[in-house]
């Protein structure tokens, strides 16, 4: 079983100022795990994305996260936040589910709020 | 294409009506999924094709839920006899031959008001 919590439903900061999105997993075999990103009336686009290589991901548009297994985190982080940052983010899970599927487990989200 | 594109991007049903959505995913994607998101959460695994081939409808939520690849290529999901709590966004999305750390495309989504 796999499952993801987003610790937070909604995040605002300030523009210029760091963000922080936290993510906790929990998956039966070694999990890939991705963000993904979803402005309003717009399709999910992913961020980034860890499948075991390096353990500091380097996404799209300044965003970076960390897998640390120790503490089945995946936080994303970003140094600077821009207005254009302001949409839903989703902490996503992919395990194998047997034979040859995988599954894709998605968390409740967290929306990031930036102000002027 | 030069995305995955669904249709329609809004349909409102009445309750008890049938309703098709469609999914056009991006040309030689072999693996295509289908996710439910209800306003405010995440989306939410129904089903996932290889091809033609249906390897996993686990998240469908009754037998009303039904989904279709013919041809490998484009896929409908059907709802029969639609409930209010069918309203969601219906998103589709594509990948080359889907393993663990491959990357899908999302379309944009229907959204099914059932009144």
């Known amino acids: 079983a796999q499952s993801v919590t987003q610790l937070d439903s909604h995040v605002s900061v300030s523009e210029g100022t760091p963000v922080l999105l936290r993510c906790n997993y929990s998956s039966s075999y070694s999990p890939s795990l991705f963000w993904y990103v979803q402005h309003p009336n717009k399709g999910l686009q992913l961020l980034l994305k860890y499948t075991s290589a390096a353990t500091l991901v380097k996404g799209i548009n300044g965003f970076e996260a960390e897998f640390k297994k120790s503490e089945t985190s995946f936080h994303l982080t970003k140094p600077s936040a821009h207005m254009s940052d302001a949409a839903e983010y989703f902490c996503v899970v992919s395990a194998r589910t047997g034979g040859s599927n995988y599954k894709l487990t998605f968390g409740k989200g967290t929306l990031l709020t930036v102000n002027p | 294409g030069a995305g995955v594109s669904q249709s329609p991007r809004y349909k409102v049903a009445k309750r008890g009506q049938d309703v098709a959505l469609r999914c056009d995913p991006i040309?030689?994607?072999?693996?295509l999924f289908w996710y439910q998101q209800a306003l405010g959460q995440g989306p939410e695994f129904l089903t996932y094709f290889q091809n033609e081939a249906q390897l996993d409808k686990s998240g469908l939520p009754s037998d009303r839920f039904f989904a279709e690849r013919p041809e490998g290529s484009v896929s409908t999901l059907k709802i029969q006899r639609t409930q209010q709590e069918d309203s969601a966004v219906y998103l589709c999305?594509?990948?080359?031959?889907?393993?663990?750390?491959?990357?899908?495309?999302f379309g944009s989504g229907t959204q099914l008001s059932v009144l």
């Open positions: 999305a594509s990948s080359l031959p889907y393993g663990q750390g491959e990357k899908l495309f």
């Open positions: 040309s030689g994607h072999v693996s």
